[in-house]
């Protein structure tokens, strides 16, 4: 058939003598042969086996649904089974091809690390232009139809550095098209010194402030943050984290209080900021 080169598992190493006889037998050309050490995974109780289903996705297809990105895949895949000369870890396509030698691989097996994988994949996500990724993005996203898809590229922008998964994005931003129910336990952080109690005292203050904006827009929300914790001599993570949960009812967002309220625009973000306060 005209084969020349056999890439396989090292589990049909001890079989490749016998592959052997039959060729001299016939009287053919033995092909060289790369045996690569087998990709495993790790079960429940810590042992390691063959990868399979029970491990999670395990098709390149199912990956990719999974929101990961197939260059960010495959990069993975690549130091399973080989190592560069260096420590380097991310690869482009075309930076494998040509720093791939098989005097790189390994003779050991090789656990397939989900969390490895999630790591890598954040890492490409964070090398694309900014455009590619709101492109890419999008589909996951499930903002088509409603009003934050004409917002995309600024939203995306703020989600890139985020973002380990595509898959994640729904849950990341949520808040912003419908705000959920949450308790005003959620307004205290020790760090931030913040408490329900502050957090009314914050919002009565900064409400009138940003209610005399002319444009919501984040330098000018952050403006009147910033100078309310200098006035009051305290960290800016005290207000940014009452105002934050106001707006969202999360402790982690995409972006800060004035990306959000740039975002939600100046009514929606009001009505917000004033639900909270009457709660509190």
């Keep these: 058939m005209g084969i020349t080169h056999v890439v396989r598992g090292s589990e049909y190493l001890s079989s490749t003598p016998k592959y052997n006889l039959l060729y001299r037998a016939f009287g053919w050309e033995i092909p060289e ?3 690569l050490p087998l990709i495993m995974g790790r079960d429940a109780d810590g042992n390691v086996s063959k990868l399979s289903k029970r491990h999670g996705s395990v098709s390149f297809e199912n990956l990719v649904a ?18 560069p000369k260096s420590d380097r ?23 397939f690390d989900y969390d490895k994988l999630r790591w890598v994949n954040a890492e490409h996500i964070k090398a694309l232009p900014v455009e590619t990724f709101a492109e890419l993005s999008l589909p996951f996203s499930g903002v088509a139809g409603s009003w934050l898809e004409n917002k995309w590229t600024r939203l995306a922008g703020l989600l890139q550095p ?12 949520g808040f912003l098209l419908a705000l959920p129910e949450f308790s005003n336990d959620l307004f205290v952080n020790k ?9 009314k005292e914050l919002l009565a203050r ?9 444009e919501m827009t984040a330098d000018a929300v952050g403006s009147i943050i910033s100078a309310d914790a ?9 207000p940014m984290w009452a105002v934050r949960i106001a707006l969202s009812g ?16 100046k009514e929606e973000s009001l009505r917000r900021l004033n639900l909270a306060l009457a709660r509190l």
């Design 33 to 35: 042969y790369v045996h």
């Design 66 to 83: 999974e929101g990961y990105l197939p260059e960010a895949i495959v990069n993975y895949i690549a130091l399973l089974g080989w190592s």
């Design 89 to 111: 870890e991310i690869f482009s396509l075309q930076e494998l091809a040509e720093a791939f030698q098989t005097s790189g691989l390994n003779k050991s097996s090789a656990v």
């Design 162 to 173: 985020r973002t380990e998964k595509l898959t994640e994005i729904p849950e990341k931003i």
């Design 191 to 199: 760090k931030s010194k913040c408490d329900a109690a502050v957090a």
């Design 206 to 214: 900064l409400i009138p402030e940003f209610s005399a904006l002319p």
């Design 230 to 238: 200098e006035a009051r001599q305290v960290k800016l993570g005290q």
């Design 250 to 265: 999360s402790p982690v967002t995409p972006g800060g209080p004035g990306e959000i309220m740039e975002l939600l625009g």
